[in-house]
C-alpha cells in the first residue's frame, strides 16, 4: 500500500532531510586519510542523539541481514557498496567510501548516501562516482506527476549504460515516509511507460548504485555488507524525493549541490 503524503506532511519529512543531509555533509568532510570508520559511526551517534533523532539503522533486521544492526550509518568501503557494517578500519589515501544514512524526527523519515573519495582520486573513481549522481538526478528529474515508475528507473538505467556501467536490480530504491521502507520498490533499470502511475504525495528515496565491474554481488561473513563480486570498486548516491503538483523535489539536497 502506498500512503501519499499531504504538503504539511512533507514538509516534516524536509526538517528530517535536511538533517540528514548536515549529517553527511559533516561526514564527507571527517572521511580523511587516517580516520577510522568507528569514528565516524560514533559521530553520528552523537549528531542523532544531540538532534533528539532516530537511527532508522539501529535494531533493523531485515531478511536480508544476519540480525539487528547495531550501528547508526552504512560505510561500505572500496568494492563495498551497500549496508556496510561500520567497523575496525583506518582510511586509506585513495579509498572509495559510501556513506548511507537515514533518520526518523518527529516520526518522519528521511534516507539518503553519498560517496566520497578519500584523499587522492584515482579518475576511474570519480567517473563511477559521478556516473551515480548523474543516474540519481535522471531519475529525479523524471519523478513527475504522470510519469511511470518504469520512467524513473529507465533514467537511471540509460545513465549507467552511457557509461557502460552493469546494473544490479537486487537492490534499488524505495518509498518511505513513516518508515524507512514502504512501497514501491524502485529498481534501477526498467522500461519507460511502465509500472506504477507516479501521483503527487508520493515519497521516494532514489538510489543508483553501480560498479566498475561486474553487476553480480556478494555478502561478507558479517551478514550486511554486500560487493561486488568480482572485487571492482563501486558507488552509491541516494536522495529522498517527494512528488509534489510541480514536480520532483530533493528533500535531502546537500549544501554544495545548489
Do not use: Q
Request: some cysteine.
Amino acid at each position: 500500500m502506498i500512503e501519499l503524503k499531504s504538503p504539511a506532511e512533507i514538509e516534516r519529512m524536509r526538517t528530517t532531510g535536511a538533517f540528514v543531509a548536515r549529517v553527511l555533509a559533516d561526514l564527507r568532510v571527517k572521511a580523511a586519510v587516517g580516520v577510522n570508520l568507528l569514528d565516524l559511526e560514533h559521530h553520528t551517534r552523537t549528531m542523532i542523539r544531540e538532534r533528539g533523532a532516530e537511527s532508522c539503522y539501529w535494531d533493523y533486521a531485515p531478511s536480508f541481514g544476519r540480525g539487528p544492526f547495531r550501528n547508526t550509518v552504512c560505510l561500505s568501503v572500496n568494492d563495498a557498496v551497500l549496508h556496510g557494517l561500520p567497523h575496525d578500519y583506518v582510511l586509506r589515501d585513495g579509498d572509495v567510501l559510501s556513506m548511507d544514512l537515514a533518520v526518523s524526527i518527529d516520526g518522519w523519515v528521511a534516507d539518503a548516501a553519498v560517496t566520497t573519495i578519500v584523499g587522492t582520486p584515482a579518475e576511474a573513481d570519480v567517473r563511477l562516482v559521478r556516473a551515480t549522481e548523474e543516474a540519481l538526478a535522471a531519475g529525479v528529474e523524471a519523478a513527475r506527476p504522470g510519469h511511470r515508475l518504469g520512467d524513473v528507473s529507465a533514467a537511471i538505467a540509460e545513465v549507467a549504460r552511457d557509461y557502460d556501467y552493469r546494473v544490479n536490480t537486487e537492490f534499488g530504491g524505495h518509498g518511505l515516509g513513516r518508515t524507512m521502507h514502504e512501497d514501491p520498490h524502485i529498481p534501477n533499470r526498467g522500461r519507460p511507460g511502465r509500472g506504477l502511475l507516479l501521483r503527487p504525495g508520493m515519497t521516494l528515496a532514489l538510489e543508483p548504485w553501480f560498479t566498475a565491474g561486474s553487476a553480480r554481488i556478494v555478502t561478507d561473513p558479517d551478514g550486511w555488507t554486500i560487493r561486488s563480486a568480482d572485487g571492482s570498486r563501486t558507488a552509491h548516491s541516494e536522495h529522498t524525493v517527494a512528488i509534489t503538483e510541480n514536480g520532483p523535489e530533493v528533500l535531502t539536497r546537500l549544501d554544495d549541490e545548489g
